[in-house]
């Protein structure tokens, strides 16, 4: 009689791993189920390879090309759907993966592919397999996975994982697309602006110092701009990068990665498209396990490491203790959504946002929840109703659609304000710099 392995939880929420004998797999989960708990993920107890299937994975390995890094998301969106299609025609799981792994360009997702299928030959299904993949396949992708097995329908849930993974991409290229034009516009502007600090001012100032003439306040802040820019223009790139590798760092610390995500979501213009941005895709991530089947506990906590934001992290980890307690979603996710006082959030507040200034509009974005009371209500109705993935659902096209349309929004104002400032600065230089040749007209004349 074979051995299976499951990892299960308890009412209490508990993981559970054990063993279990039967004659297949449907007689072990109902074992396990009439032990009271809830399979997660169930296999036959593998044994050790045969020297033949050793052999045959060794020569595998061969085919592996060298590659630095994952695999991208569009790359893996066009994978799932690719294998949803092919599990909706009724082909063998491994038939349908070494079909797809023959299609794959050398790279890290055919070397994964590679792997899946040496373990499904001997043995693993293909939740397992994939979880020994983590660089192409994360925590959400093998979870959905798992419970497509556990439930018997794992083309649904391929089909459910291509659509999610396809509107994230949609509403990444959405703002990424919108972003393009304000990104170049300030390139080229700056590009512009140091071009004539570096070649022109210079230019005008010599002929100012053999004049010997008296140069106005505007000229004079003019030159000491392009003496800086001349002599340490080479600081212009270094001054974004070393911010960036600055906010690397400080994120790598559990209370600067804190401090920064609460004055990223509530800094004014932008913070109010990162926040609705993250609160689509978790709620759009929660929906999506709920409706795949796995346990609202697993499938919190899986949202919580995806949700990339160390606030909603907190306040994910708020809600499922609440949940272990007893209590239900909306209550804690209402309870625990308000940001509080931070010691790093209040000093970048200072920083960025001009002194007396930033701690006046940090004391007041600091009480203002990350969580609207519609997204709270709706969870709760999707509670009492049996339809939170629906719900969940709804919620996420709310804040998709709110994310498209003040993304446009935004860069249809970002563009004269661009315009305005680019007219402003050469306007600034020209006047600047023609003040002190009209006066040398004068005089000369």
């Given at each position: ?11 209490t ?62 790359q ?179 209370m ?26 978790t ?47 909306a ?5 625990f ?23 006046l ?55 004269p304000?661009?315009i305005v ?12 710099l ?8 004068k005089?000369?004349?």
């Amino acid at each position: 009689m074979p051995s299976f392995q499951f990892e299960a939880m308890d009412a209490t929420g508990q993981e559970i791993r054990d063993v279990v004998d039967a004659e297949n797999q449907a007689e072990a989960q109902a074992t396990i189920r009439k032990m009271g708990y809830f399979v997660t993920k169930i296999a036959v107890k593998k044994s050790r390879k045969t020297a033949k299937q050793a052999a045959a994975t060794k020569t595998r390995k061969k085919g592996h090309s060298f590659v630095i890094g994952g695999v991208s998301s569009k790359q893996l969106t066009a994978f799932t759907r690719q294998l949803s299609i092919l599990q909706d025609a009724g082909l063998p799981i491994l038939r349908s993966l070494k079909i797809l792994e023959g299609q794959c360009k050398p790279g890290r997702l055919q070397n994964s592919l590679l792997d899946v299928c040496d373990e499904i030959e001997a043995g693993s299904t293909l939740s397992e397999s994939m979880s020994k993949s983590p660089k192409a396949f994360d925590r959400l992708y093998v979870n959905m996975i798992r419970a497509g097995e556990a439930g018997g329908a794992l083309e649904v849930i391929l089909r459910r994982l291509a659509e999610f993974q396809e509107r994230a991409q949609a509403l990444k290229r959405k703002v990424k697309g919108a972003m393009i034009y304000p990104i170049v516009v300030v390139m080229v502007a700056v590009g512009i602006l140091t071009f004539i600090m570096w070649q022109i001012v210079p230019a005008f100032q010599k002929i100012f110092d053999d004049f010997e003439a008296e140069l106005p306040t505007p000229t004079k802040i003019l030159i000491v701009i392009s003496d800086w820019v001349v002599n340490w223009g080479f600081l212009i790139p270094v001054i974004p990068v070393g911010i960036w590798l600055g906010i690397k760092l400080l994120r790598k610390f559990q209370m600067g990665r804190m401090g920064w995500d609460m004055f990223v979501i509530k800094v004014p213009v932008f913070g109010a498209l990162i926040e609705k941005n993250i609160l689509a895709r978790t709620t759009r991530t929660l929906g999506t396990l709920v409706a795949s089947g796995v346990p609202i506990l697993e499938a919190l906590n899986i949202t919580k490491e995806t949700s990339g934001n160390a606030v909603f992290e907190r306040l994910l980890g708020k809600v499922i203790e609440s949940i272990r307690e007893g209590e239900s979603i909306a209550k804690p996710l209402k309870e625990f959504s308000t940001l509080g006082f931070h010691p790093v959030a209040a000093a970048l507040w200072i920083i960025f946002m001009g002194g007396p200034i930033g701690v006046l509009l940090y004391m007041g974005k600091m009480r203002s929840p990350v969580v609207d009371d519609l997204v709270v209500n709706m969870i709760d109705v999707g509670e009492e109703t049996g339809e939170l993935d629906t719900m969940l659902y709804k919620v996420a096209d709310t804040f998709d659609e709110e994310v498209a349309v003040l993304t446009e929004s935004l860069v249809s104002l970002m563009e004269p304000i661009l315009i305005v400032g680019l007219g402003l600065a050469i306007g600034f230089i020209v006047i600047s710099l023609f003040l002190p040749l009209i006066e040398l007209i004068k005089s000369l004349s």
